[in-house]
């Protein structure tokens, strides 16, 4: 376990050995998400939405429009959000042993809204780096009318947890005998070949983002 919670609802209590709380291995995992689920209560009840999200310093970001109900209920109450990674498929011998690699983090806190222009593009920037590095410079940036109708939020990461597993199964020496494979399967976030839009072909096609695995072509 590296660093402490922070909170105490942060600590991983369910094998405490995969909790991680240093930012380094925070930063890494939310570099590597393209989207993330938030949990929030409102009058209407509980609710867990997914949303794209990215980090620029020590911040989680989103977007939406600017009479999105999620987003005005984000800044009245606190929430959860959940970021996920599936790594592999974990075989073993027993059926109570078979797992599953991740990497995941747990962030808490209540998200503010960005207000200034400036901020707001510098926000969009980021974003637009972490999807596809290098491309700002050769697309239109966001107009201020485009800025005004967009509502951008962060949440402090200061209230975050990570967990991993790793390796391979955990079977009982008994079980060792049992005439089956047992292994993992590695699992991982892979990009397609790029589908060129009509009057696109000739242009070389975007950067991809290091969290991406780019697919053979053919």
């Known amino acids: 376990m590296n660093a402490q919670p922070p909170s105490p609802r942060t600590e991983v209590r369910r ?5 991680h709380y240093d930012a380094e ?18 009058a ?12 620029d310093g020590d911040f989680l970001y989103i977007h939406g429009a600017k009479s999105s109900r999620l987003i ?10 959940c970021i996920t990674h599936l790594d592999g498929l974990v075989m073993a011998r027993a059926a109570k042993y078979h797992s599953m690699n ?9 998200f503010a809204a960005i207000e200034q222009e400036a901020d707001k ?24 009318a485009e800025l005004a109708g967009l509502r951008l939020l962060r949440l402090p ?13 955990q079977d009982r020496p008994e079980d060792l005998p049992i005439p089956v494979w047992a292994g ?23 950067a991809l983002p290091p969290a991406l695995h780019e697919a053979a072509l053919p």
């Not at 999807?131 to 201020?144: A, C, K, L, W």
């Open 15 to 19: 094998k405490p050995d995969r909790g």
């Open 25 to 42: 291995t925070i930063h890494a995992i939310i570099d590597a998400a393209f989207l993330c689920h938030i949990a929030f209560t409102d």
């Open 44 to 55: 209407q009840g509980t609710h867990c939405l997914p949303t794209a999200c990215w980090r």
């Open 72 to 81: 005005e209920v984000l800044q009245a109450s606190e929430a959860a959000v």
């Open 102 to 110: 991740y990497r995941s983090v747990v962030i808490y806190g209540r």
């Open 121 to 144: 593009a510098a926000a969009m920037a980021a974003f637009l780096e972490h999807v596809s590095p290098g491309r700002m410079p050769h697309i239109r940036p966001p107009s201020p």
């Open 157 to 169: 990461l200061q209230e975050a947890a990570a967990k991993i597993r790793t390796g391979g199964p």
């Open 184 to 206: 993992v399967i590695p699992l991982a976030q892979q990009a397609g070949v790029p589908l060129a839009e009509t009057g696109c072909a000739d242009f070389p096609p975007p």
